[in-house]
């Protein structure tokens, strides 16, 4: 059947089964967009108010339902506006297409209006991007761009239309989309048995998993394993959700600001097994000391990542469901009682806990939130202390529900993604923790939320700082506060409803309380809660740049005297 390329674009969207896409129009993709009035009943399309908030939307599409996320966009500005969106997942291994549609084939070159060279700048933030000057390219293409996006390691995928492409017609035969397979094993009989005997042998095994046992849909085979060897388990940021936080082998977050517990687990451990994380410096801190008395085996999907930032004893490269399935059946059962109690004594003694003098403090905040939302909640976060609070206080249960940028710590992440996924689950509560730096970062993209109906809920940690990097102000630069203090005039609730959302500041756990009860029983628009709070709350522990995981700051005194 012949069609023209926009026509043929919405097609193959329909063909991946594309539901929903975020985006903003243009002069260079209106065609794709006369198609989108085409086809408005099959697909929904989302207009956010800017095109960086229309990536982290398709990110936080992606990231709580597993499948490729879409954004779209025009040429230049449109498509250099999703640059840090697609660099955010890619980051985080996060699978998402992103169209855009440049100048005509012509005026390529020529520094055309609106015209840039958008391939070339998201290359090294893609895991493959492609140019389309044809439209008999364009159903090949996008096969293949969704198939790069989903398989193995996920990442974005950038698709550059030029507008005559568009335009042209070419003739279209619908296809059932290729199956992508993960289920895959590289490494051979040998690499396991190597790895199964140093798990047999081990008397202190320690479990550190990340982000690639989400992707995989790995949780089962990670719960299964740690039965199996009776290991206590560490999770970095992405992986938070792979495995319980209620369950008493969890010995809470790894890295820069992971539990005391877990900072003991990997000096002692004789064995470490870290299966879909990337040994990233914010999770191993200083590599000379990090896990120093044990063999270390890393399971990953990606061979570029072995040896890449911690040399290791043994590997297994392959999809982590397939390797965990593997080593569950070739496993015998083991017992460690003495290096699980000693596990569970730390976790006694070292509790991850906030120590202040006010109620209404980090730690009680975020508990109130869990408590009224429930274990069910997709929590999504901006980047900063409120980020890592979150992390520690509210205790994911369940793979995909914590959604926030890891790798790039992308600030102003939190209301795109919020969106994104409560498109995804309209039924499901929302709540996206942010800071009042990140706040005002993205803070139109309420606007979307209101119009859409999209009743997501906005918990602002308001401390008048930019929280994070005043830390390490306070900490590190003698407390030399240069441009942390934000002062900004803003009137948080006149702000968010002017654009079209319910606010609340609240400065105490009753007004939190009663503010998020409002909030849940309201389904029809987005709610801000701004929650006024101490600029001096830190986000402890905290292993130091550069030092050693096993040593971390648990306290700092009245006097600015470090305790570890």
């Given at each position: 059947m012949i069609k023209n390329g926009a026509d043929i674009v919405l097609e193959c969207l329909l063909e991946q089964g594309v539901d929903t896409v975020f985006g903003y129009p243009g002069g260079a993709i209106l065609n794709v967009y006369d198609s989108f009035y085409k086809y408005s009943g099959k697909i929904r399309h989302i207009l956010t108010s800017h095109e960086q908030g229309a990536a982290h939307a398709a990110d936080g599409y992606a990231r709580s339902t597993g499948k490729v996320g879409v954004c779209v966009a025009t040429s230049g500005p449109g498509a250099t506006n999703l640059v840090t969106g697609i660099a955010t997942a890619y980051m985080d291994s996060i699978p998402l297409v992103a169209i855009t549609c440049n100048v005509a084939n012509n005026l390529l070159g020529k520094d055309s209006f609106q015209e840039v060279d958008i391939v070339g700048i998201t290359m090294p933030v893609t895991k493959h991007n492609f140019l389309i000057k044809s439209a008999d390219e364009i159903a090949p293409t996008f096969r293949r761009a969704f198939k790069i996006a989903a398989s193995g390691r996920p990442g974005p995928v950038l698709i550059d239309i030029t507008k005559d492409a568009t335009a042209g017609e070419a003739d279209y035969k619908k296809e059932i989309p290729e199956r992508v397979d993960n289920y895959k094993i590289e490494s051979d009989s040998a690499a396991f048995d190597k790895v199964i005997e140093m798990i047999e042998k081990a008397e202190r095994p320690l479990i550190m998993a990340g982000g690639g046992i989400i992707a995989s849909g790995a949780s089962k085979e990670l719960h299964k394993l740690q039965k199996t060897i009776d290991a206590p388990v560490t999770l970095a940021t992405m992986g938070l959700g792979a495995f319980p936080a209620s369950d008493s082998a969890f010995t809470g977050m790894i890295g820069m600001h992971g539990s005391k517990t877990t900072s003991l687990a990997v000096k002692h451990c004789d064995l470490l097994i870290n299966i879909g994380s990337r040994f990233s410096d914010r999770v191993i801190c200083d590599p000379a000391t990090f896990a120093r008395r044990a063999k270390i085996v890393h399971i990953d999907v990606d061979r570029a990542e072995i040896n890449k930032n911690i040399l290791t004893d043994a590997y297994l490269i392959g999809d982590a469901r397939a390797v965990l399935d593997e080593l569950n059946k070739r496993l015998h059962k083991k017992k460690h009682s003495e290096w699980m109690s000693k596990i569970a004594g730390w976790k006694q003694k070292y509790p991850v806990k906030y120590k202040s003098d006010s109620e209404f403090n980090p730690e009680t905040i975020i508990k109130e939130i869990k408590r009224q939302t429930g274990e069910n909640t997709y929590l999504v976060t901006d980047v900063g202390q409120h980020q890592m609070w979150a992390a520690q206080f509210f205790g994911i249960e369940k793979p995909r529900h914590f959604l926030s940028s890891g790798g790039l710590g992308t600030m102003g992440y939190g209301v795109g993604a919020?969106?994104?996924?409560?498109?995804?689950?309209?039924?499901?509560?929302?709540?996206?923790?942010?800071?009042?730096?990140?706040?005002?970062?993205?803070?139109?993209?309420?606007?979307?939320?209101?119009?859409?109906?999209?009743?997501?809920?906005?918990?602002?940690?308001?401390?008048?700082?930019?929280?994070?990097?005043?830390?390490?102000?306070?900490?590190?630069?003698?407390?030399?506060?240069?441009?942390?203090?934000?002062?900004?005039?803003?009137?948080?609730?006149?702000?968010?409803?002017?654009?079209?959302?319910?606010?609340?500041?609240?400065?105490?756990?009753?007004?939190?309380?009663?503010?998020?009860?409002?909030?849940?029983k309201n389904r029809t628009k987005p709610t801000v809660i701004n929650c006024v709070i101490n600029p001096d709350h830190a986000v402890l522990p905290m292993v130091p740049g550069g030092e050693s995981i096993e040593e971390p700051i648990l306290e700092i005194t009245a006097d600015g005297k470090e305790v570890r």
């Amino acid at each position: 059947m012949i069609k023209n390329g926009a026509d043929i674009v919405l097609e193959c969207l329909l063909e991946q089964g594309v539901d929903t896409v975020f985006g903003y129009p243009g002069g260079a993709i209106l065609n794709v967009y006369d198609s989108f009035y085409k086809y408005s009943g099959k697909i929904r399309h989302i207009l956010t108010s800017h095109e960086q908030g229309a990536a982290h939307a398709a990110d936080g599409y992606a990231r709580s339902t597993g499948k490729v996320g879409v954004c779209v966009a025009t040429s230049g500005p449109g498509a250099t506006n999703l640059v840090t969106g697609i660099a955010t997942a890619y980051m985080d291994s996060i699978p998402l297409v992103a169209i855009t549609c440049n100048v005509a084939n012509n005026l390529l070159g020529k520094d055309s209006f609106q015209e840039v060279d958008i391939v070339g700048i998201t290359m090294p933030v893609t895991k493959h991007n492609f140019l389309i000057k044809s439209a008999d390219e364009i159903a090949p293409t996008f096969r293949r761009a969704f198939k790069i996006a989903a398989s193995g390691r996920p990442g974005p995928v950038l698709i550059d239309i030029t507008k005559d492409a568009t335009a042209g017609e070419a003739d279209y035969k619908k296809e059932i989309p290729e199956r992508v397979d993960n289920y895959k094993i590289e490494s051979d009989s040998a690499a396991f048995d190597k790895v199964i005997e140093m798990i047999e042998k081990a008397e202190r095994p320690l479990i550190m998993a990340g982000g690639g046992i989400i992707a995989s849909g790995a949780s089962k085979e990670l719960h299964k394993l740690q039965k199996t060897i009776d290991a206590p388990v560490t999770l970095a940021t992405m992986g938070l959700g792979a495995f319980p936080a209620s369950d008493s082998a969890f010995t809470g977050m790894i890295g820069m600001h992971g539990s005391k517990t877990t900072s003991l687990a990997v000096k002692h451990c004789d064995l470490l097994i870290n299966i879909g994380s990337r040994f990233s410096d914010r999770v191993i801190c200083d590599p000379a000391t990090f896990a120093r008395r044990a063999k270390i085996v890393h399971i990953d999907v990606d061979r570029a990542e072995i040896n890449k930032n911690i040399l290791t004893d043994a590997y297994l490269i392959g999809d982590a469901r397939a390797v965990l399935d593997e080593l569950n059946k070739r496993l015998h059962k083991k017992k460690h009682s003495e290096w699980m109690s000693k596990i569970a004594g730390w976790k006694q003694k070292y509790p991850v806990k906030y120590k202040s003098d006010s109620e209404f403090n980090p730690e009680t905040i975020i508990k109130e939130i869990k408590r009224q939302t429930g274990e069910n909640t997709y929590l999504v976060t901006d980047v900063g202390q409120h980020q890592m609070w979150a992390a520690q206080f509210f205790g994911i249960e369940k793979p995909r529900h914590f959604l926030s940028s890891g790798g790039l710590g992308t600030m102003g992440y939190g209301v795109g993604a919020a969106i994104g996924a409560q498109a995804a689950h309209p039924d499901s509560v929302v709540v996206n923790i942010s800071g009042d730096g990140c706040f005002h970062m993205n803070l139109q993209e309420l606007s979307t939320a209101a119009t859409q109906k999209l009743p997501i809920i906005d918990v602002v940690m308001n401390n008048n700082v930019l929280g994070m990097v005043r830390q390490w102000q306070r900490l590190f630069y003698g407390e030399r506060f240069s441009h942390t203090t934000l002062n900004k005039p803003t009137n948080y609730d006149m702000v968010a409803k002017g654009l079209g959302a319910d606010a609340y500041t609240v400065t105490n756990i009753e007004e939190l309380g009663k503010a998020l009860s409002v909030a849940l029983k309201n389904r029809t628009k987005p709610t801000v809660i701004n929650c006024v709070i101490n600029p001096d709350h830190a986000v402890l522990p905290m292993v130091p740049g550069g030092e050693s995981i096993e040593e971390p700051i648990l306290e700092i005194t009245a006097d600015g005297k470090e305790v570890r």
